[in-house]
């Protein structure tokens, strides 16, 4: 009697394998690299929505008091609790920055905000000796975007 060989093989290749690997490694680059797009394009609108936020309350500082604040001012945790109490002080926080440290520059850069305050006039200001009466704010978007700045109204 002749013994009958199966040809019948249970499992997969090793192209089978190796192919299905790369489809799964294809796939994730492309979801890692569609997250990336969607985190810089939140902080983004993060950036924008405090830069708003810190204008509106500088709007409303400038009303209450005929001046904006200078910069040492801005940069001072406890002046800002005492002064812009409706602003978090995590919107004077870029949200690339590596501290939690309330820092605002005179330009912006990739991890902090731009506040440039001056005079009336466009000189430099301290509220001491002259008043505050202009200023930019800005920030730095990530992705190639640019800088988005707001002017004061005054």
């Not at 690299?33 to 309350?57: F, H, M, P, V």
């Not at 926080?93 to 850069?109: A, E």
């Not at 008043?131 to 978007?141: R, S």
């Amino acid at each position: 009697m002749a013994k009958k060989i199966s040809n019948n093989q249970n499992g997969y290749s090793i192209i089978e394998l190796i192919f299905l690997s790369v489809i799964v490694i294809v796939l994730a680059s492309v979801l890692i690299s569609a997250s990336s797009g969607i985190r810089i394009r939140e902080r983004n609108n993060t950036r924008i929505a405090d830069i708003k936020t810190l204008q509106l309350n500088l709007e409303i500082f400038y009303a209450r008091n005929g001046f904006y604040p200078s910069l040492v001012e801005m940069n001072t945790p406890h002046w800002t609790a005492e002064n812009m109490k409706q602003v978090p002080s995590s919107d004077f926080i870029d949200p690339s920055s590596k501290t939690n440290i309330q820092l605002l520059t005179s330009s912006s850069t990739k991890t902090n905000f731009g506040y440039d305050v001056s005079s009336s006039s466009g000189t430099v200001c301290n509220n001491k000796t002259a008043a505050c009466g202009q200023y930019i704010l800005t920030a730095t978007l990530e992705g190639g975007s640019g800088i988005f700045q707001e002017k004061s109204l005054n």
